[in-house]
């Protein structure tokens, strides 16, 4: 599975759809200070389902929605869509291309769509559950968030070792049902 694209449009600095198309292995993104590079990992952690403004560098939610600038308008509505290559079957779904997409107006409302299907923000959470990305996992590490690793007690350190091993789902599973 890999980040085929994203797609911002009304997103923080992107008023503009615009497309980004990733290959397979790494990819960097490079530009000068303020031009956008961290709001596009947001927009990752954003379409993923994250709730908490403050993980998106923000006070409140509203603060995803493109706010305005010089020379244009605020708008009413931020939308990002994410697709992800699965043709190697890591997530459970036939597709094998996989669209993930949420919009937000001011009102608050939020909505997602799982390749062009309303869906629920929890059926987004469901899909991704095993893979090892989404929010509260470690697939994406915020500037000043290693120290914060490096400086970790030995049990929060080792949470991360077994979200990384793919044994902390199990864990998680294993609660979730004794509590039932
Ligand atoms: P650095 O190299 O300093 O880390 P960066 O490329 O990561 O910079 P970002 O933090 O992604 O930059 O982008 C910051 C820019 O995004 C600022 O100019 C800020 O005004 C703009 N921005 C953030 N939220 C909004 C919004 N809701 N509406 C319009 N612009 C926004
Ligand atoms: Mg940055």
Redesign the pocket.
């Known amino acids: 599975m890999y980040l085929k694209s994203l797609v911002l449009k009304g997103f923080?600095?992107f008023a503009d759809r615009s497309v980004l198309g990733f290959e397979p292995g790494i990819a960097a993104v490079v530009?000068p200070?303020?031009?956008?590079?961290?709001?596009i990992s947001d927009a990752v952690l954003w379409v993923l389902g994250e709730r908490n403004a403050k993980n998106l560098r923000g006070q409140a939610m509203e603060?995803?929605?493109?706010?305005g600038?010089s020379a244009r308008k605020p708008v009413g509505v931020a939308e990002v869509e994410l697709v992800l290559d699965n043709s190697d079957g890591t997530l459970p779904v036939e597709f094998n291309d996989v669209s993930i997409m949420r919009r937000m107006y001011r009102s608050g409302e939020s909505e997602y769509l799982i390749n062009g299907t309303i869906a629920r923000r929890m059926d987004v959470l469901d899909i991704l559950h095993d893979s090892g990305l989404g929010t509260g996992t470690h697939s994406i590490i915020a500037q000043g968030h290693l120290a914060e690793i490096l400086q970790s007690k030995p049990e929060d350190r080792r949470a991360l070792i077994e979200e990384a091993a793919g044994v902390l789902k199990h864990k998680q599973r294993k609660a979730k049902s004794q509590r039932k």
């Open positions: 923080k600095s530009g200070n303020g031009s956008g590079k961290s709001n603060d995803v929605i493109f706010a600038s």
